[in-house]
């Protein structure tokens, strides 16, 4: 059987590290957000915030501040995601991180790369985006054009890895 164009969107997408510096559209920008909004989350409370950072100075101080993903400093524009903890105590994160893999596939569909970042020095980039005590900042999903060759993918876990059928 063929893969469908979505089944080659979703094994398709790589982690981009290298970007573009030309801009992103802001019409394409607006429909990778309104389709992240459809996103699944617990009970629907949709306990998140999208926050768009295009200013190139706040860019390169919160790349400074992402230990694992310095190489943000080279994105057009940055999405930081943040979970709202009071909203949603026991699913935020849940929520947030298929937000996020929602938006990465959402702009990939666009042919805009984007990268998860882990280690982050979050207490500073809540500061720097001015956010409140109950704000849980998820990560910061940088995004750009990809500049070069799509990086081959890393090799998966077989499929016998990692099934167990339960007769
Ligand atoms: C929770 C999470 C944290 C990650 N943290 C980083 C990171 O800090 N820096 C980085 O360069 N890539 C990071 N990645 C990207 C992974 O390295 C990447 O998804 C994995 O190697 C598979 O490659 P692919 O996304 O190109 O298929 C992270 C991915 C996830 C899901």
Not at 62 to 83: D, R, S
Not at 113 to 134: A, F, H, M, Q
Request: net charge neutral; charged share 25%.
């Amino acid at each position: 059987m063929s893969e469908s164009e979505n089944i080659k969107l979703l094994k398709g997408r790589r982690s981009i590290r290298s970007y573009e510096s030309r801009d992103i559209e802001d019409e394409i920008l607006t429909q990778i957000l309104e389709t992240t909004r459809w996103c699944m989350s617990a009970r629907n409370l949709q306990p998140w915030t999208f926050h768009v950072i295009r200013n190139k100075e706040l860019i390169k101080e919160i790349a400074k501040e992402c230990i694992t993903g310095p190489f943000i400093a080279g994105a057009p524009l940055l999405v930081a995601i943040v979970g709202d903890m009071e909203l949603s105590p026991n699913w935020y994160l849940h929520d947030t991180c298929f937000a996020s893999l929602q938006l990465a596939l959402a702009a990939w569909s666009f042919g805009i790369g984007t990268c998860w970042i882990g280690r982050i020095n979050r207490e500073n980039v809540k500061s720097l985006l001015n956010l409140k005590e109950s704000d849980d900042l998820l990560t910061v999903l940088p995004l750009g054009y990809p500049k070069g060759e799509i990086p081959k993918p890393f090799p998966r876990k077989s499929l016998d890895e990692i099934i167990k059928c339960i007769e």
